[in-house]
């Protein structure tokens, strides 16, 4: 539940920053308790936005604040 409810907060920060950018959810299946957001651009390559693997304890540092995704969204479009 909590991964759920962080990655809602992350989709709908990255959604309101960029409605033109499509945002999926766990389109492979995902790490056992570990939280990334990853940016898919046009080409195929990816970019890491944000990796909780290697964070915490305790377990709220595995998870980001929806701003600092979005600011890395905005710096690695740019």
Known sequence: ???GRN???VSAALR???A???VDINPQPPRRNSFEVS???????TVELWSGI???PPRKLKFPQPETVVEA??????
């Open 39 to 45: 940016l898919v651009k046009e080409d195929g390559s």
């Open 7 to 9: 990655a809602a907060a």
């Open 16 to 18: 309101g920053a960029m």
């Open 20 to 22: 033109h950018l499509p």
């Open 54 to 56: 290697g964070k915490g």
């Open 73 to 78: 969204l905005k710096s690695s479009l740019a």
């Open 1 to 3: 539940r909590v991964f």
